[in-house]
């Protein structure tokens, strides 16, 4: 039920355009009444009306001065302004303040009717709309860490895939300029729940607390984070900056899960050749941490003759590790989405043998399950064997056969009871697939 607001110095015409409105659109508004400016002001901030019909002559505050003051406090509210004057005036101030209906007295009833219906039609509109930009908003806010991971996984290893890192990097407003890697290497957690936890927890206070960032999924106990450098900071204030960031994440994890994590930060680097080597020394300086916990950072590392010649004597078995952890990252991955990928396909398989026999279409399916028709349409195909159009002909096929076994329908129910409105068309598809008509199968089960 929509609320609409009447102010009008004269009972009369309140109570008559009441009438009028109840009698023509019955229970579609709960009236506001108002017998001067200033109580207008007052019910509409009391009951923040969709609608407000507002008489520009009023003692005291007039329309248009009510007008003025409640478009800056109701801006979704509709507002149309009644005189029993047609001055140009009155009309080119309303125009000025947004206000674009305006009926004269004595209103007809067809105007006030059809103005009110378009209001109506405008804020429905505006409503949908919005729904559908939450609903969008939700959408990407679900497929954002699926992106950020896939970016993750372009810079942490170099592969050849459909999309480039600097387009995907594009789209995520993270562009591939100078920026640090960090590995976090959670050890202790107990199960998959807490895992999660960890996850979320760690993504949650990277997006809040730090920097432009691209966080991975955590992939046998570490998180990979790509971190942009501001233009404006320094070198310096970039390193105690991300060394702020990390203390703060190693104290976050051993407070709300009682956990140690080892945390490797990797140089300053650009571009996207930049960033994997950055996230490769995030890797080896986490290594060097992950008996006690804490951060290391690779910088510090070549900056000292020890470190010097500890870079240098394992490099060999550190590119191995490199190599080993994407390889393993990206089977986990693999794996990951494989299980995924099945499940969807189980539910679509459910989703389909319980409606075969409804006017079914592949988009239908494939909304279900939140895939695009085409990649749908492939998988399906790769998991089944047969596409979308042959698995709901079988099943209804097979629905047919066994209720003609039954011989409790004749041929024509059962047409449409396994989905098909014309029997005609069922009798060729049956013939197609039994190699007879559904009658002479019908005379052989006799």
Not at 192 to 202: A, L, P, V
């Amino acid at each position: 039920m929509y609320r609409l607001l009447i102010a009008d110095d004269e009972a009369l015409e309140r109570e008559g355009l009441e009438l009028i409105v109840e009698r023509a659109m019955p229970g579609v508004f709960r009236f506001i009444h108002a017998d001067n400016g200033r109580m207008a002001i007052e019910c509409a901030e009391e009951h923040r009306p969709h609608i407000a019909i507002l008489d520009i002559n009023m003692p005291g505050i007039d329309g248009l001065e009510a007008l003025r003051e409640l478009k800056e406090r109701l801006p979704d509210t509709r507002f149309v302004l009644v005189t029993a004057y047609d001055y140009f005036a009155y009309a080119r101030e309303a125009l000025s303040l947004g206000v674009k209906e305006y009926i004269l007295k004595p209103a007809k009833r067809e105007l006030i009717i059809s103005t009110l219906t378009r209001l109506i039609e405008e804020i429905e509109c505006e409503k949908r709309a919005r729904t559908e930009e939450l609903e969008l908003r939700h959408k990407i806010s679900q497929l954002m860490p699926l992106a950020e991971n896939e970016l993750a996984l372009m810079l942490m290893v170099d592969q050849t895939v459909d999309s480039s890192a600097s387009q995907l990097s594009e789209w995520l407003d993270f562009p591939l300029d100078q920026g640090s890697a960090i590995i976090a290497a959670f050890e202790g957690y107990a199960d998959e729940q807490d895992k999660k936890k960890i996850y979320d927890h760690f993504r949650s206070y990277v997006k809040t607390h730090g920097p432009n960032s691209i966080v991975s999924s955590l992939i046998d106990h570490h998180v990979a984070t790509f971190l942009q450098k501001p233009p404006a900071t320094s070198e310096n204030d970039w390193q105690q900056r991300i060394k702020h960031l990390v203390q703060q994440l190693s104290e976050l994890a051993q407070q709300q899960f009682g956990i140690k994590t080892a945390i490797g930060i990797g140089s300053l680097h650009s571009g996207e050749e930049g960033l994997r080597k950055s996230y490769f020394e995030a890797v080896f300086a986490s290594t060097l941490r992950k008996r006690d916990g804490g951060y290391c950072h690779f910088d510090e590392l070549k900056s000292s003759e020890a470190g010097n010649a500890s870079v240098l004597a394992v490099k060999e078995e550190n590119v191995m590790l490199q190599q080993t952890y994407v390889m393993s990252a990206l089977q986990r991955i693999r794996e990951q989405r494989e299980v995924q990928t099945l499940t969807m396909l189980g539910r679509a398989k459910m989703y389909i043998e319980e409606r075969f026999n409804d006017d079914l279409s592949l988009e239908e399916v494939a909304d279900f399950v939140h895939l695009n028709p085409h990649y749908f349409s492939k998988i399906f195909k790769q998991e089944y064997g047969e596409t979308f159009i042959d698995f709901v002909t079988r099943l209804r096929i097979d629905k047919a056969i066994s209720l003609i076994k039954e011989g409790n329908l004749a041929l024509k129910e059962i047409s449409f009871e396994v989905g098909y409105k014309d029997p005609n068309y069922f009798s060729r598809v049956f013939k197609k697939i039994t190699g007879v008509p559904p009658t002479e199968f019908k005379g052989q089960k006799s």
